[in-house]
């Protein structure tokens, strides 16, 4: 999974990018307009892979990761068509976008449309983003008319189901709503896959704070679903994680910051693309999984290798939680509370599984 980091000029992404990443890419005040993408993998923190690795003297440690790409270029007017194909390509093909959104002010940073004003900065770029939307159903919309038109019955029922589909999304985006907010059936949803509408992705909007924190730096309006927002300090997060883990916690107490949000920030974005983490333990590794949300048994053993899927016998499960209650796997199993589960079992987030399997 990969998550597209957007935002104006000089909002902070490329500072986000490295306080998510602990990369060390060059920030500049310039504000640049032309199209780059830096891209880098990253570790899910997981608090319960620290407690497994004890629990089971664990030689190795694997956590589930997530890719961020941050992508500069973006600014007002690129959904009246100034955006190229290549850029084009690499936001419709991210799962889900991180808005960064200018909150901090500084004399030095030049705001490009000067004054500090997170509501109309994201939906600046959000307005961009449904433009481009419209644009794209419109000329899909022409299409399958024609088509339908000169084939008839013979065009097949896909296209007659995708033209009502088409036309609702048109009438939403005509609202000047995004398509995350429009009830649609997973089976559609899957259907418009291919086309990369924009405004369908999840969207975590990033407040980018700085040391001054007012009131109405903290919020901002979007009640859409699968959208959520929260408020960093992008610049200190960025300092932070350049030092070695005691120097930044030196820094932390000295700067009275109890929490860094970094951690936050990834474990959201992961959540947001719908996306979650089953576990194995023993004493060779713990790990994290990353399968969908709502993934069977069968396909978390197929996350772990083909032939543990293609020999499913069962599941052994223990819930995370059921575990740390009654302090080992050998407890779990004495009172009775391992499950055995069979290949449609929906897995849970934290579910600890091993597979029986033939070989
Ligand atoms: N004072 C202050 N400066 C910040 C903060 N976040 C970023 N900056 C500065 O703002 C400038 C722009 O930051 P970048 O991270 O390069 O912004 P960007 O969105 O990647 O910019 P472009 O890629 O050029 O569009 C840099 O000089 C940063 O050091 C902040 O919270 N406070
Ligand atoms: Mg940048």
């Excluded at 602990?22 to 310039?30: D, I, L, R």
């Excluded at 995708?162 to 985006?173: D, G, N, S, Y």
């Excluded at 949803?189 to 291919?194: F, N, P, S, V």
């Excluded at 975590?204 to 927002?229: C, K």
């Amino acid at each position: 999974m990969r998550l597209g980091i957007i935002g104006l000029p000089n909002s902070g992404k490329t500072t986000l990018f490295n306080a998510l990443t602990g990369g060390n890419y060059e920030t500049s005040a310039v504000g640049g307009k032309s199209f780059h993408v830096n891209t880098a993998v990253v570790n899910v923190p997981d608090p319960r892979l620290d407690v497994l690795e004890k629990m089971y003297t664990a030689k190795k440690k694997v956590f589930a990761t997530i890719t961020y790409s941050d992508i500069g270029g973006l600014d007002k007017g690129i959904g009246e068509g100034g955006l190229g194909g290549q850029f084009r390509n690499e936001l419709a093909q991210v799962d889900g976008f991180v808005h960064v959104v200018r909150a901090f002010r500084s004399d030095t940073v030049p705001h490009p449309y000067e004054t500090i004003n997170p509501q109309r900065d994201l939906e600046l770029l959000d307005g961009e983003f449904l433009l481009m939307d419209l644009i794209a159903v419109e000329k899909r919309l022409e299409k399958v008319q024609n088509e339908l038109r000169i084939k008839g019955k013979r065009a097949g029922t896909a296209l007659e189901d995708e033209l009502p589909l088409l036309e609702r999304i048109k009438a939403h985006l005509e609202q000047d709503k995004p398509l995350r907010d429009l009830e649609i059936a997973p089976e559609q949803k899957r259907q418009l896959g291919g086309f990369g509408f924009l405004s369908l992705k999840p969207v975590l909007i990033i407040l980018n704070q700085g040391d001054d924190v007012r009131p109405e730096d903290t919020t901002v309006h979007y009640s859409y679903r699968h959208a959520q927002h929260i408020g960093l300090r992008a610049a200190l997060e960025a300092e932070l994680a350049q030092l070695a883990p005691e120097d930044a916690a030196l820094f932390m107490e000295e700067y009275g910051v109890t929490e860094l949000s970094a951690a936050r920030v990834i474990a959201l974005s992961y959540e947001l693309v719908g996306i979650h983490s089953f576990l194995t333990a023993g004493e060779k590794e713990v790990r994290a999984w990353t399968i969908p949300q709502g993934a069977t048994a069968y396909e978390a053993a197929g996350a772990i290798h083909g032939d543990i899927q293609q020999g499913f016998i069962r599941a052994e499960i223990i819930p995370y939680g059921v575990l740390i209650a009654e302090g080992s796997e050998k407890a779990v199993k004495a009172v009775g509370k391992m499950r055995l589960e069979s290949k449609d079992y929906v897995v849970q987030n934290g579910d600890i599984i091993v597979f029986r399997h033939s070989s």
